[in-house]
């Protein structure tokens, strides 16, 4: 009876329509990008933050927990309702609000998708710096939720340096702004808090953005590797030698091998790895920059170095990095997706230790990576309907992340905790650390109704109803 009446509550808050509770429905809601699934008791669509925070209330009186779910692209089970409840499904607000070009800004609904935002801002000549390679598919709401990172953060930084402020729906159902327009909130850094919460501290439903011009001028390498530490060391002494290109990414040569196999951009299918390396800046600076990286490369080992000639050129060596883990798809019927980071200079020591993981395992694992962060994506390669490979992965995984945390780096370079890092945590944080952000969660979320079970390992705080 009280089910009912939750789900009748939300219905006559978004329409009947827009609130799902047949079966076949939520089976589509119980997945994201990790290996876990468990089923919601709704999904609601919502459409403003009005219709946002009356949810959130239901929600509260029901003592229901809520996952606010993008495009459920997150690689950690960041959006699998982990304790049952509600699914809100921010897809529909969608909209770009307002550009202010001459103070740098854009205000955003929350489900709107990265690259479309490129898509708007590139006429006007502006950008919207942080660029998933999942842009296509990923929302603003999830990029500022999880931290996004992507190829050109390196030298922009993440996500958290391009908000600055935002409207949030809190657990209870109450709606305050973080930050503003302004560069300097008043107060604590309450944006710069929320970013990379994972839900767990309520909805955000309107982003304001920092946009930055377009570069005069892009020129994009490929550097050929017979080694994998050639190209690993390279990386390092680009960095040393005090060049920041806009990108330093790492293809091997499984990964290379899949992505010709499906997108044919012309990366030679006998080496062992490429660099893909852009520059971007003033055209007259830029032939400079692009030598001198041609030849560091060269004298570390490159076997050959190659410049997109044109556009066409570079978005074909683009397609085939942001589309490497859809090719890799070609190569198993599944993949866990591992997210480490290490110092750039212990980039080789690491790649040859997952080897010896997948060795240990008896596993496939191909590697993408931004290898100007440190930030490893071996992909770990399996069939989803043998139990025994699946548990193997899993060990895997956990320990390809305690090899990073053991170099020196730590367990998440860009893809959040969710489900999937849990107890990985503690490889890098005292209990005490855990103890000081369950703290910061508790002020937020007391009753823990905000996608509860995530980020932080047991013990959690109960949900309370009323
Ligand atoms: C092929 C592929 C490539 C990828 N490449 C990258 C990459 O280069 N860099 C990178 O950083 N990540 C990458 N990812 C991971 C993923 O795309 C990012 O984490 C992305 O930011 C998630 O956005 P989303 O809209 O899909 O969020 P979802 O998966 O829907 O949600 C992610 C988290 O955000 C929360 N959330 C969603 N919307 C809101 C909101 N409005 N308010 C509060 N919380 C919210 C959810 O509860 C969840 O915890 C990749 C994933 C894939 C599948």
């Not at 993440?158 to 935002?166: A, K």
């Not at 702004?177 to 767990?200: H, I, K, N, R, W």
């Not at 490369?297 to 490497?324: F, I, M, S």
């Not at 209990?431 to 079970?453: C, S, W």
């Amino acid at each position: 009876m009280t089910e009912k009446t939750f789900v009748e509550e939300l219905r006559q808050i978004v329409g009947k329509a827009n609130v799902l509770d047949g079966s076949v429905d939520l089976q589509l809601y119980q997945y994201d990008g990790f290996l876990e699934e468990r089923r919601p008791e709704a999904v609601a669509f919502v459409h403003s933050t009005e219709e946002v925070a009356r949810v959130v209330e239901v929600c509260n009186r029901h003592g229901r927990p809520f996952v606010p779910r993008g495009g459920g692209t997150n690689l950690t089970g960041g959006t699998i309702p982990f304790k049952g409840g509600l699914v809100i499904e921010m897809i529909r607000m969608n909209r770009i609000l307002e550009v202010d070009c001459t103070s740098l800004w854009a205000r955003v609904q929350p489900g709107l998708f990265n690259l479309e935002l490129g898509n708007a801002l590139a006429p006007m000549g502006y950008q919207f710096l942080p660029d998933p390679a999942s842009q296509k598919a990923a929302t603003l709401g999830g990029n500022v939720a999880e931290n996004a990172g992507g190829p050109h953060c390196f030298k922009y930084g993440v996500t958290t340096n391009h908000i600055l402020g935002m409207t949030v729906v809190q657990a209870d159902g109450q709606v305050v702004q973080l930050g503003g327009t302004a560069p300097d909130p008043l107060g604590y850094d309450l944006p710069g808090v929320f970013v990379g919460s994972e839900g767990t501290f309520g909805i955000c439903t309107e982003i304001v953005a920092k946009i930055a011009r377009l570069p005069e001028s892009v020129k994009t390498l490929l550097a050929i590797y017979d080694t994998i530490d050639a190209g690993s060391r390279t990386v390092s002494a680009i960095v040393a030698a005090g060049m920041i290109p806009a990108t330093l990414e790492m293809m091997d040569q499984l990964v290379i091998q899949a992505v010709e196999a499906s997108l044919h951009c012309g990366l030679p299918l006998d080496c062992a790895t490429v660099l893909l390396i852009e520059v971007d800046g003033l055209r007259d600076d830029l032939e400079l920059q692009a030598k001198a990286i041609e030849d560091l490369c060269l004298a570390h080992g490159a076997r050959e170095v190659r410049q997109a000639k044109d556009d066409t050129e570079r978005n074909l060596l683009w397609a085939g990095r942001r589309g490497a883990f859809g090719a890799v798809a070609r190569l198993a019927p599944s993949f866990l997706v591992c997210d480490g980071t290490v110092p750039r200079t212990a980039l080789p020591e690491a790649i040859r230790k997952v080897a010896e993981v997948a060795l240990k395992y008896d596993l496939r694992i191909p590697n993408v990576f931004h290898a100007g962060d440190g930030n490893l994506h071996p992909l770990i390669l399996f069939d989803w309907r043998d139990a025994d490979q699946k548990a193997r992965v899993l060990k895997a995984g956990m320990e390809i992340l305690a090899l990073c945390a053991s170099l020196g780096g730590t367990i998440s370079g860009e893809h959040g905790v969710g489900l999937e890092k849990l107890e990985a945590m503690r490889l890098v944080l005292s209990e005490a650390d855990i103890e000081t952000q369950r703290r910061v969660k508790r002020t937020f979320d007391p009753r823990n109704l905000a996608n509860p079970g995530k980020m932080f390992p047991a013990p959690e705080e109960v949900v309370c109803a009323q």
